[in-house]
């Protein structure tokens, strides 16, 4: 499953600071007694490099 | 003046005593506890599946792509939610002091918009039927 967004519509990012840009996703357990939690990959972005 | 003060004493221990009855009540309600236990469900590491993300700056001049995938990484097939991307999703991004980055007038408006979909879609499904609303699940 394959997802893209541009992130300059949806936050106001500055040239300067390194921003750290992760995504997460939450499903809940089949039994529905807990949320299952998956973190992708850091990125490190600086604006304008 | 004594019985003014008498009557506002006892009308100040009735309502105390009202109020701790219907804080009871509250945690007797079958749908407050069900509230209160979703609140509370443990978060666990999922390892059924994995995302893999990168940045692409686009080609037009003030785009800035953040692709990625969802893959999974067990033998079993897992079936979520594929409704809006940014109901589905949290993107998290932060500064070198942890500081969330702020969000632009569209981005609010388009979380605020992707943040009425769950109400939208218990009320389609409740409407049309369990195939219609099935069509908002994906299989990985």
């Not at chain 1, 997460?24 to 304008?48: C, F, H, P, Q, W």
């Not at chain 2, 443990?42 to 692409?56: C, E, S, T």
């Not at chain 2, 002091?97 to 408006?109: C, F, I, S, V």
């Amino acid at each position: 499953m394959k997802k893209q967004i541009d992130i300059m519509e949806l936050y106001d990012l500055r040239r300067g600071p390194v921003y750290a840009v992760t995504v997460e996703r939450r499903i809940g357990t089949v039994d529905g007694e807990a949320i299952e939690v998956v973190r992708s990959n850091t990125i490190k972005y600086k604006l304008g490099s | 003046m004594k019985r003014m003060q008498l009557y506002w004493s006892s009308g100040l221990c009735l309502f105390l005593l009202s109020a701790s009855g219907l804080s009871n009540a509250a945690h007797k309600d079958p749908a407050i506890q069900t509230s209160m236990r979703l609140e509370t469900k443990p978060v666990l590491k999922l390892k059924r599946l994995g995302i893999m993300a990168v940045m692409d700056s686009g080609t037009a001049g003030n785009s800035l792509v953040l692709k990625w995938r969802l893959k999974n990484v067990s033998k079993e097939g897992v079936r979520l939610r594929d409704t809006n991307l940014l109901l589905d999703y949290v993107i998290e991004i932060v500064d070198e002091e942890g500081k969330p980055a702020r969000l632009t007038p569209k981005g609010e408006k388009m979380l605020t918009a992707s943040r009425m979909l769950p109400q939208i879609f218990r009320v389609a499904g409740a409407r049309r039927g369990d195939e219609k609303a099935n069509r908002h699940y994906g299989t990985l």
